[in-house]
């Protein structure tokens, strides 16, 4: 049993990366599914698969290289709201990470989505995470 889904996510994707596998697998849950999702829809990771039945669904994420060295596409996960300690932002103070070239992964009333869309839609939540 995993206390912290969203962690553990981070970390198997962070080793996976310096290991350079091509994919990882992670427990599926709807937090990691969603951001899972948020990771493909902004290119940091090339396919999010469902396997298994029942309560052992994995997620299968490819990840993603770039040039001959195969240098990981995400350089860093940082898990910031953790079980002990939430961090919650309002729109206005939504952090920008690395001045925009990183993203914050934001879990709204709507749904996870990136700071970017949040400030679009003039909304606040819990940042779980940075990812550059």
Request: hydrophobic share 35%; aromatic share 4%.
């Amino acid at each position: 049993m995993v206390n912290d889904p969203i962690a553990d996510m981070l970390t198997r994707i962070r080793n996976a990366c310096l290991a350079r596998h091509q994919k990882t697998e992670v427990p599926a849950t709807k937090m990691t599914r969603s951001i899972a999702e948020v990771l493909k829809s902004e290119g940091f990771v090339a396919e999010v698969e469902e396997t298994g039945e029942g309560v052992k669904k994995t997620l299968v994420i490819s990840l993603k290289y770039k040039g001959k060295q195969r240098r990981p596409i995400i350089s860093n996960l940082k898990r910031v709201s953790k079980p002990g300690l939430r961090v919650y932002s309002n729109r206005r103070d939504l952090p920008r990470v690395l001045g925009g070239i990183g993203i914050a992964i934001v879990s709204t009333s709507r749904g996870i989505m990136t700071d970017r869309d949040a400030r679009q839609q003039g909304i606040g939540g819990e940042v779980l995470c940075y990812v550059w």
